[in-house]
């Protein structure tokens, strides 16, 4: 592949996909395809993409990156468009997606002569505009060196973790962690509410203690300030850990903390619905302690 004239295309445009397809942008010439067509104009109107409607028009691109809610997307597109494709094309899937699923998607590319690698991110909406995101890739060392010009116009941080599906076992069991913490987070902090110390105070404390953690430096601020915007959709929390769950139960292995986790993210996510932002996971600690975060 020749990396002086690459060309990308970038689909799914959602809350991720956008800011990662502006970054592109400026290192290559980007065509942008959504199922929303609308957002795709936006896209480009705003930062200079070709935005695309048949997905036959991204026939001639050497890269195609796919950002969309999990493996079951992608395998519908790449049925229609894997057969379009030039053979040596890469295929970065950002998508957190189940680890069989990719493999599943690797094998039906490579009869195309496209290689699939799974690349889910971390670092969120923030991580998305700022182009500093981590990837976590599965898949051969050659196709990411392959593509590495395209992973640093959007990540400050990329690890090969192994082939194609341990990209989405890692971003499964990152997430499974990160619902722990919210949890735990909104349950040690309703405790302390009900106690008499409100939970802006006890961040104070904690942020500068021995049980901080992501969660208590970056989230918990929303809920005390008792504004959730939507950065990352609980009902995507939900699937990833239920992803996490599958993987656990498909190796046997005991994880009891992580399926308590699973369990807790699927009753909130009943509550406050798949829309809300994920930081309303703490609703269920409040409901159950009878108080707000505050
Ligand atoms: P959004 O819900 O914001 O966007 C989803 C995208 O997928 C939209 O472009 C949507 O198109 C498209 N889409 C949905 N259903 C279909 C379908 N059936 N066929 C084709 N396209 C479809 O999601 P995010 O950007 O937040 O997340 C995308 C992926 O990245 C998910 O796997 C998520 O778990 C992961 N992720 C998200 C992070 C975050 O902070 N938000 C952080 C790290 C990973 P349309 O506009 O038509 O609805």
């Not at 409607?53 to 519908?76: G, I, K, N, Y």
């Not at 049925?79 to 997606?97: F, M």
């Not at 991580?127 to 640093?152: K, N």
């Not at 996490?244 to 406050?272: H, S, W």
């Amino acid at each position: 592949m020749d990396q002086s004239t690459m060309k990308v295309a970038y689909l799914g445009l959602g809350a991720m996909g956008r800011p990662m397809a502006a970054n592109l942008a400026r290192a290559f010439p980007t065509k942008v395809w959504n199922r929303t067509s609308a957002v795709a104009d936006d896209h480009a109107a705003q930062h200079g993409t070709s935005a695309v409607t048949d997905l036959a028009d991204l026939a001639d691109v050497q890269v195609v990156c796919s950002c969309l809610p999990t493996d079951v997307e992608v395998a519908q597109i790449v049925g229609q468009l894997g057969p379009e494709l030039a053979r040596g094309t890469v295929w970065l899937d950002h998508t957190s997606g189940d680890p069989v699923g990719s493999q599943r998607i690797a094998e039906s590319l490579a009869e195309h002569g496209v290689t699939y690698l799974d690349a889910p991110v971390s670092g969120g909406t923030a991580g998305a505009e700022a182009g500093t995101l981590t990837v976590m890739i599965g898949g051969s060392q050659e196709a990411i060196d392959e593509v590495r010009p395209v992973l640093d116009a959007v990540a400050a941080n990329v690890v090969r973790v192994g082939d194609v599906g341990a990209g989405m076992a890692v971003k499964a069991i990152n997430q499974a962690l990160l619902a722990t913490s919210l949890q735990a987070a909104a349950e040690g902090l309703t405790v302390l509410a009900r106690y008499g110390v409100s939970a802006s105070t006890a961040l104070d404390v904690i942020n500068g203690a021995t049980g901080r953690s992501f969660v208590t430096e970056n989230l918990m601020s929303r809920a005390t300030s008792r504004e959730f915007p939507l950065t990352f959709a609980l009902g995507l929390l939900n699937k990833d850990v239920r992803l996490a769950g599958q993987l656990i139960a498909e190796l046997g292995v005991a994880a009891p903390v992580l399926e308590l986790a699973r369990q807790l993210t699927a009753e909130v996510t009943e509550i406050v619905g798949e829309q809300a932002d994920h930081v309303e996971a703490v609703r269920l600690a409040e409901q159950r302690a009878g108080v707000e975060l505050q």
